[in-house]
């Protein structure tokens, strides 16, 4: 009897992975100039594995925020010391630079710069994730890197066990995003340091989980917890952080105004919005609402005819809460309004 639901359970899983569509390389989200804000919090909560999960960040309190974008890489003036790295973050509008190396089957870190502070190189880069991303796939991965911070140089070296032990919808502060998948493993890390003249090894003994979902640049959350520890003087201290992004500003290429005094409310909303214009034509007015890989989650035609004032209220209260594009089109150009979507 156990051995027929053993097999049972197998062919569940196997159809269970067979329904959730991997994420490859593709998937992510490289457009350069994509603008977004990166929030630091202090928590070790990482979320658990398995399938169907629900990931609940709602409560994570941010005690730093960065502006960030999407950088074309050629252009930073630092990419000697990356020659491997294709894609690019800037910070805090450009006095820094995360390189990374987005390709078929991985998502690797290759450092960071910033001029006249921490510049980080890794001569063998680190991998966040494989892809596809797919439930049950696990990698191995070594890293080495060098670093000079304000002249102090040293360098670092480790190992990253990871596995893709989860699905399923994450919850940040700023709404849910669905078919996402957790990446979690144990990283090592040792560097040879001179304390007071003394030679000693410092270790770093950790938890690394990443949260990929399609249609974002990177990683929309990682959390790190471990214990950095140097025997040597008896010295151990626990670290946490997570780091998740969010803030998007949506790109609209070739954007014209087709009415006046476009106005979006209350906005963010719980999903009933009131949008009020001037048609300066007497063309149709259709309305169109995306996610931020670009879908039509809502769509109208003809809300605004001829010309005058125009108010108009559409529901969005099924959606998932988060960050969303309304946009207006006359039939030839369109015109656009960020809006969010709350609980």
Not at 29 to 34: A, E, H, L, Q, V
């Given at each position: 009897?156990r ?7 197998g062919?569940l ?9 991997p ?15 990166e ?52 910070i ?24 006249g502070?921490?510049q980080?190189s890794?001569s ?8 596809p ?23 670092a ?46 270790t ?9 979902t ?7 959350l ?5 214990t ?6 008896g ?45 300066k034509s007497?063309?149709?007015i259709s ?46 150009h369109?015109?656009?309004?960020k809006i969010?979507?709350?609980?």
């Amino acid at each position: 009897m156990r051995n027929y639901f053993l097999l049972l359970c197998g062919v569940l899983i196997q159809l269970y992975a067979a329904a959730q569509a991997p994420l490859n390389s593709s998937d992510l989200n490289s457009t350069i100039g994509t603008q977004f804000k990166e929030y630091t919090a202090n928590s070790n909560f990482a979320g658990s594995s398995g399938t169907n999960q629900t990931w609940d960040f709602t409560s994570l309190q941010p005690e730093a925020e960065i502006n960030a974008s999407t950088f074309e890489y050629g252009n930073t003036g630092s990419e000697s010391s990356y020659p491997n790295a294709n894609a690019v973050i800037s910070i805090d509008f450009d006095s820094s630079f995360e390189f990374y190396r987005i390709e078929e089957d991985a998502f690797s870190y290759h450092g960071s710069f910033e001029e006249g502070g921490l510049q980080l190189s890794y001569s063998d880069p680190t991998r966040y994730c494989i892809f596809p991303l797919e439930l049950g796939s696990d990698f191995q991965d070594t890293f080495t890197f060098n670093y000079n911070l304000e002249g102090q140089e040293g360098e670092a070296s480790g190992g990253y066990n990871a596995e893709v032990d989860g699905h399923g919808t994450l919850q940040l502060p700023w709404g849910d995003l669905a078919d996402t998948y957790r990446v979690h493993g144990v990283i090592s890390q040792t560097e040879d340091l001179e304390i007071n003249g003394m030679e000693v090894t410092a270790t770093y003994e950790g938890l690394f989980t990443s949260f990929f979902t399609a249609g974002y640049p990177a990683p929309v959350l990682q959390v790190r917890a471990g214990t950095l520890t140097i025997d040597a003087i008896g010295f151990s201290q626990s670290q946490q952080t997570t780091n998740f992004l969010g803030d998007f500003e949506f790109l609209s290429v070739g954007e014209v105004d087709i009415v006046k005094d476009l106005k979006v409310f209350p906005n963010p909303s719980n999903g009933l919005f009131t949008l009020t214009f001037e048609n300066k034509s007497n063309r149709d007015i259709s309305l169109e609402v995306m996610d931020i890989q670009g879908r039509v989650v809502h769509a109208e035609a003809a809300i605004g005819s001829g010309f005058g004032s125009v108010r108009h209220e559409f529901n969005l209260s099924d959606l998932n809460p988060g960050f969303y594009l309304m946009r207006l089109s006359d039939g030839e150009h369109f015109q656009s309004r960020k809006i969010q979507v709350v609980r």
